[in-house]
């Protein structure tokens, strides 16, 4: 199963991190493959936001997932899982206080699903360059 771990030490009192991160309407600031994020259901981040993404896809064709938060503690922790019919994402987002602010840790995994499953060792080639260039952004966004 493809997956792209990063931990960002940030500035930001870890609060505001949580909340910022809780919410995927902000994620196209800094994830320069999401082009856009529409709210479907609730308003910013909590437990059964519904989130429509637009991505830049592999070979230059755009794609919709449909991401909920199925968890969201209120201070730490944040489960997002999105689907389309041909890919399944589960994101974790954690935040952890700091001396100096927090370390803010992004945890995703993406798979093909059904039929497309046995292709998920080459997807994890392509899903860390896509995750290198996004942790990067997140890195300046949280400075």
């Given at each position: 199963m493809p997956r792209y771990v990063v931990t960002v030490p940030s500035s930001w009192p870890a609060e505001r991190a949580y909340s910022y991160m809780s919410d995927m309407?902000?994620?196209?600031?800094?994830d320069r493959g999401i082009?856009?994020?529409t709210q479907t259901k609730g308003t910013g981040g909590g437990q059964g936001a519904v989130f429509e993404v637009t991505t830049?896809?592999?070979?230059g064709r755009d794609m919709l997932l449909t991401y909920?938060?199925?968890?969201?503690d209120g201070t730490s922790n944040v489960l997002l899982v999105g689907r389309n019919s041909v890919f399944?994402?589960?994101d974790r987002v954690?935040?952890?206080?700091t001396d100096t602010g927090c370390d803010v840790t992004y945890d995703a995994k993406l798979t093909f699903?059904?039929?497309?499953?046995p292709f998920n060792l080459p997807?994890?080639?392509?899903?860390?360059?896509?995750?290198?260039?996004?942790?990067?952004?997140l890195r300046k966004k949280l400075a």
């Open positions: 309407s902000n994620y196209v600031e800094w082009l856009r994020v830049r896809g592999f070979g909920e938060t199925t968890e969201h399944t994402s589960v954690t935040v952890v206080p699903n059904g039929i497309l499953a997807l994890g080639l392509v899903f860390n360059k896509v995750g290198d260039a996004a942790a990067k952004g």
